[in-house]
């Protein structure tokens, strides 16, 4: 199979899983004898723009016309059976899906969050659940300064989702949900629910898995509000009150709280702040941890650090709510705790480290259920079915009463 992969790059300041899991992607098909080809553009690039080529970056969001022509180019001299689009912000625009009407090549897109349907793609807002856009135009995200807190900022996602909202429900033969939690979301909001599949992420089998008790306690993410980082810290300062669980916690990550993360860890005995790890250091920490910990208090689509865990046979303690639900099967391969509670966390965190057999038995219970669902075979199985359908739903006659990008709209969004 030919296949090309969309992707707006992630900036490499800080891990991107949603950069990992193209990359593991694309190798996987190829390791598979696919043809893989990808046409990409990188954040990173923006700074090296002028003046005047920054300042237009929010204006391609909604669309950038030369991507659209570029692309097309390179699809009508070179076919592909199916293109397949990650992240298209901020330099690739819904641009793409034109690109591919007008080449008259099948699209499949996978949603690695919830922009569809919320312009920061985070259903949070003030760090509490929001739905308020959901199947409405995105004004409030506008008026709450929803994406870095800036309303200038928001202005551009929230214009792309309200004039692109029928060309990717049009222009896409199917979208891989990661997750059967965000499917619900979305099928909520409105999406066609016929083109919504849930194809979960895959992790590569690690070379590094856990062999004895573990050492520590490991929260490996972005530090952000989002992810439950202060109600993590809240936790573990009871935990610490009531004398300890007997490992450290290590946090590694950057992002937004890492000032405040590191102040709150210094001169601590129980607290580690290792800063970013590299993937190969990853692997390593979480093949020495009792557990990893996923507190998000946003609905998570997936959970990549969570099935990095079950590969590795380590348990994971997570929020009870999104993806998680799916992914962890509470009491058998990790615990959950009630989202956005300090005390249900720390009441987690402390039956986890416990009892060190029945943590090992969830260790291999995780591992288990790693193999049956998130194992590169299964990663595999499941792209190349979603690929073939798509192929043949563009092939198929076409639907009552569905219109086309490439059915003379033009420039229209």
């Not at 923006?46 to 237009?56: C, D, E, T, Y």
Request: charged share 25%; aromatic share 6%.
């Amino acid at each position: 199979m030919h296949v090309l992969v969309v992707h707006n790059r992630y900036g490499s300041a800080q891990p991107s899983g949603e950069n990992k899991v193209v990359d593991q992607e694309v190798a996987l098909l190829r390791a598979a004898g696919h043809r893989v080809e990808v046409f990409e553009r990188r954040s990173d690039d923006i700074a090296a723009r002028s003046l005047p080529g920054k300042v237009a970056v929010p204006l391609l969001v909604p669309w950038n016309p030369a991507v659209r022509r570029e692309l097309a180019a390179r699809l009508r001299s070179d076919p592909p059976d199916v293109v397949h689009v990650h992240n298209v912000f901020p330099l690739l625009s819904p641009a793409v899906l034109a690109a591919c009407a007008d080449a008259g090549v099948p699209a499949v897109a996978t949603l690695h969050n919830y922009t569809q349907v919320c312009p920061p793609g985070t259903l949070q807002r003030d760090g509490r659940p929001c739905t308020e856009c959901v199947g409405s135009a995105p004004l409030p995200a506008v008026r709450h300064g929803c994406y870095r807190g800036s309303r200038l900022a928001t202005v551009p996602l929230a214009v792309s989702l309200s004039v692109n909202r029928r060309r990717w429900w049009s222009g896409v033969e199917r979208f891989f949900c990661i997750s059967a939690a965000q499917r619900d979301v979305l099928v909520r909001a409105g999406m066609p629910a016929e083109r919504l599949a849930v194809k979960h992420n895959f992790v590569p089998d690690p070379d590094a898995r856990r062999s004895g008790a573990g050492e520590q306690l490991l929260y490996l993410g972005r530090l952000a509000e989002a992810k439950g980082v202060r109600l993590l810290m809240a936790a573990w300062d009871e935990i610490a009150a009531g004398g300890g669980v007997g490992v450290p916690l290590v946090i590694a990550g950057a992002g937004p709280l890492e000032r405040e993360v590191t102040a709150w860890a210094a001169g601590r005995d129980d607290v580690r702040h290792v800063g970013l790890y590299d993937p190969e250091q990853c692997r390593r920490a979480i093949a020495r941890s009792v557990a990893v910990v996923a507190p998000s208090t946003w609905l998570e689509a997936f959970g990549l650090v969570v099935v990095e865990a079950m590969a590795a046979g380590v348990p994971a303690v997570a929020a009870g709510h999104g993806a998680f639900v799916e992914l962890v099967e509470d009491g058998v391969s990790g615990l959950l705790h009630r989202p956005g509670e300090p005390a249900a966390l720390a009441s987690a965190l402390r039956r986890i480290t416990a009892d060190a057999d029945r943590n090992r038995e969830m260790g291999r219970a995780a591992r288990r259920r790693y193999e049956q669902a998130f194992s590169p075979a299964v990663g595999l199985e499941r792209l190349v079915e979603g690929y073939r359908c798509a192929i043949a739903e563009r092939s198929a006659p076409a639907r009552g009463g569905d219109t086309r990008a490439s059915r003379g709209d033009g420039d229209n969004r």
